[in-house]
């Protein structure tokens, strides 16, 4: 059964940093597109970065461009989120999702994506 599993969220002070991983089994992964999402309490569901699977091609939403950073190990089957200059409005749960039909491009429409993980909670505060 394809899944997907979040690891990496912690709490951490303003400025910090955070590696995000998303670990994915049961998948053709070098052929699927991963997008990255987050919800804090009482907000809709932000799309932040996606990595196509079969160029790598790479999107970062304006919001969080220049501190956030996606990355995949076809080998580890495994996507990364780094997070830098963490902001306590970057708390939030994030998750992960795959599209497991073949799109030469991403987009972080949570509507094009399928699987989603459980997530993993990031929160920033002094």
């Known amino acids: 059964q394809a899944q997907l599993v979040e690891s990496g969220g912690d709490s951490v002070q303003p400025g910090g940093s955070l590696r995000l991983s998303c670990a994915a089994s049961g998948f053709t992964f070098p052929y699927i597109n991963i997008g990255w999402f987050r919800q804090a309490p009482g907000k809709e569901r932000e799309g932040v970065a996606c990595?196509?699977?079969?160029?790598?091609?790479?999107y970062v939403a304006d919001s969080v461009k220049g501190r956030f950073t996606i990355s995949r190990d076809n080998a580890k089957n495994t996507v990364y989120l780094q997070i830098d200059g963490l902001k306590p409005e970057d708390s939030a749960v994030y998750h992960c999702a795959a599209r497991t039909t073949i799109a030469s491009l991403c987009v972080v429409n949570e509507y094009e994506y399928d699987t989603w993980g459980q997530g993993t909670r990031v929160t920033v505060s002094t």
């Open positions: 990595i196509s699977g079969r160029d790598g091609n790479t």
